[in-house]
């Protein structure tokens, strides 16, 4: 199992470019490689990385 979380601003690569296959993309509006985001971007700091630890969490429950 594959969680692949990526900011969609990420200078090394967009969440669309993934190849298809046996993974879960969790796409971190705004946020660019290193999660970071804009002040201007619809979430805030906290909120963008509260997404994130609420999708790995997830995922991670996902396994048991």
């Known amino acids: 199992p594959t ?3 990526q900011g969609e601003r990420d200078s090394f690569g ?3 470019e993934l190849p298809a296959g046996a993974h879960r993309t969790v796409p971190v509006p705004g946020a660019d490689h290193g999660f970071a985001v ?3 971007a619809a979430l805030t700091q906290d909120e963008t990385l509260a997404l994130i630890v609420s999708a790995v969490g997830g995922f991670v ?3 048991r």
């Open 3 to 5: 969680v692949v979380v």
């Open 14 to 16: 967009h969440p669309d």
């Open 61 to 63: 429950a996902s396994l």
């Open 38 to 40: 804009p002040r201007s």
